[in-house]
C-alpha cells in the first residue's frame, strides 16, 4: 500500500480477530513510533505494550469509550514527558496507526477518563502524561463494536467535513 492510500483509507478499528500479533511486527509498529519527528528531537514518549488478556480487559474500563481494548490483539499506552509534548505524541501515534494499517492491522485511540487508576494500574511515574491508549488487532470485518453505535450516534457519519471548509488560502477566512 503506497503511504497516501495508507493515509486516506485508515479508518478506527474496534472490533478485532482473537489472534495474536506476531511479536516482530509489533516490534515494527513500535519503532515507526520511535522514528517519529519531535520537538528538538527530544522524542518525549515512552510505550507501554500491554498484551496479557487480563490486563487488556482491566485497562479497558478507564475510559468512558475504551472497551475495544478489551478485544485488541495488544494496546500501547502513550505516555510522554509532559503535557506540552502533545503534538508530538499526536504524530508518533498515528506514525503507529498507519504502520500498523500498512500490514493489516487495525486501530484505535482510547481516551482515558480515569486516569488515576490507569495510571497506577500501568506505574507511570507522576512526572509522566498518559497520552492515549492505542487498540491494536487484525480487523474482524464482521464485527461491529458497541462503542461504533455509540461514536456514529455522536458524532454522526464516518466521513469528513468537505476540504473547502477547513481550509483558506493565504490567509484564515479567505
Ligand atoms: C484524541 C482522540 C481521542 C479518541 N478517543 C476515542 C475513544 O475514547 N474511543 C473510541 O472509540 N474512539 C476514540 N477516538 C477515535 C475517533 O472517534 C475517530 O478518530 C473519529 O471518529 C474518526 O473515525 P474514522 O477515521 O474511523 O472515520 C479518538 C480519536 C482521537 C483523535
Known amino acids: 500500500m503506497d503511504a497516501y492510500r495508507c493515509i486516506v483509507s485508515k479508518r478506527e478499528v474496534r472490533s478485532f480477530l482473537p489472534r495474536e500479533v506476531p511479536e516482530e511486527t509489533i516490534r515494527r509498529i513500535l519503532k515507526a513510533g520511535r522514528w517519529s519527528g519531535s520537538s ?19 485497562l479497558s474500563r478507564f475510559g468512558r469509550f475504551s472497551g475495544h481494548v478489551a478485544g485488541a490483539a495488544f494496546a500501547v499506552a502513550l505516555v510522554a514527558r509532559s503535557s506540552r509534548d502533545l503534538f508530538d505524541a499526536g504524530r508518533c501515534a498515528q506514525n503507529m496507526m498507519l504502520a500498523g494499517w500498512s500490514e493489516g492491522i487495525g486501530s484505535c ?10 495510571r497506577a494500574f500501568l506505574g507511570i511515574p507522576e512526572d509522566r502524561t498518559l497520552v492515549t491508549v492505542l487498540s491494536f488487532g487484525y480487523p474482524d ?6 462503542i461504533e453505535r455509540v461514536v456514529r450516534r455522536v458524532i454522526v457519519g ?15 477566512g479567505r
Open 40 to 58: 528538538v528531537n527530544r522524542q518525549p514518549w515512552h510505550f507501554v505494550v500491554v498484551r496479557d488478556r487480563e490486563r487488556l480487559a482491566a
Open 109 to 118: 485511540p482510547a481516551t482515558i477518563q480515569d486516569q488515576d487508576g490507569a
Open 141 to 146: 470485518p464482521r464485527a461491529s463494536h458497541p
Open 158 to 172: 464516518r466521513g469528513r467535513r468537505p476540504l473547502e471548509s477547513m481550509v483558506s488560502w493565504e490567509a484564515f
